[in-house]
Every structure is written in structure tokens, then in C-alpha cells.
């Protein structure tokens, strides 16, 4: 597995001056470093993790997103996969596994599943800001993932976008 961190500090737990000043500038984060070891201790379980490059992961209250590489097929980790209900396990949370990817909507989509997106429409606000209106199938809150708060806090801390997820 391709990480952010390098492997020789994830599996001693000290970090080179490198890494060290990732962390310190924050593009790491201490998460980061615990799923990657997480991840790591699950390649011998699970070989397909060796050829997935984890990028970062973000955490709300109940729900950690990991971020993986464009093209690596997050359904080789699956919602309903090994590695996910192993991560599930280990940090007691709800894990959700998402491709890198330039394509906000698609990133929206990768996050609701399954639940169907109709559409997205973006809002001036009177402030002046934007806001993305997430449109979801109305008989599909059951089918989110999460809450929609954390799935909206997990956008925006992912995206930077502000999102309003909308029943039609
Ligand atoms: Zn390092």
C-alpha cells in the first residue's frame, strides 16, 4: 500500500524529520497515520490493499471517510468487505471508502450510496457564499450511510464545499 507516510515509520510508531513536519504542517493528521498502520497490518488478510495508494481519511463523530487513489476501485475494500469491517471494528465507527476524485458529484454520489442522487444545484446564499443542494430520492434516507449532518460536516471537511443534502 501506497500511503502518505512513510512505511518504515508507520511500523517502528517514530516518525522521520520528514514526516514529522507533514504532521506539524498538518498535511497529515494523527488519524492518517492510524489507519495507514491499520491498513498495513491488514495487508497480509487482505493482498488487494497492496496495490491501493490511501491518501487520507477524514472523521466526523460517528463516521471516518477514507480516501483512496483514482482508479482504485473502492468496492475492492467494499462497504461490506473485509478491510472496512475490520477498520469498523477496530476504531468503533462507520467506515466509508472513496475514490479520489477532481468530480465533486462523484464524490457526493461515492458518499451516498446507496442511496440515489438525483441531482445537485448550487445556491448563492444572501451572504454572499455557496452552497451545493444535494438532491437525494425521497424513500432513500434509510439507504444513507450516515446522518445527514456528518455526511454534510464530511463533505465539506473532504471537499472544502458546503452541501445541504435535500429529500425531493
Ligand atoms: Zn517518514
Do not use: Y
Not at 471494528?89 to 442522487?117: G, Q, Y
Amino acid at each position: 500500500m501506497k500511503t502518505p507516510i512513510c512505511t518504515i515509520d508507520i511500523k517502528s510508531g517514530f516518525l522521520c524529520s520528514r514526516c514529522q513536519d507533514k504532521l506539524d504542517k498538518g498535511l497529515i493528521t494523527q488519524l492518517d497515520i492510524d489507519i495507514a498502520k491499520e491498513l498495513l497490518s491488514l495487508e497480509d488478510r487482505a493482498p488487494e490493499l497492496k496495490e491501493v495508494e490511501f491518501k487520507k481519511a477524514v472523521s466526523t463523530d460517528s463516521m471516518v471517510i477514507i480516501i483512496i487513489g483514482h482508479g482504485n476501485m473502492p468496492e475492492a475494500l467494499g462497504s461490506r468487505g473485509k478491510v472496512v469491517r475490520e477498520l469498523e471494528k477496530r476504531f468503533n465507527k462507520r467506515f466509508r471508502v472513496v475514490e479520489e476524485n477532481s468530480n465533486i458529484r462523484k464524490t457526493i454520489e461515492d458518499m451516498v450510496t446507496p442511496a440515489a442522487l438525483l441531482g445537485i444545484n448550487t445556491l448563492w446564499l444572501p451572504d454572499g457564499s455557496l452552497e451545493k443542494k444535494v438532491r437525494i430520492r425521497l424513500d432513500d434516507p434509510k439507504k444513507l450511510p450516515a446522518d445527514v449532518r456528518v455526511l454534510e460536516e464530511a463533505v465539506r471537511s473532504l471537499t472544502g464545499e458546503r452541501i445541504r443534502i435535500v429529500f425531493e
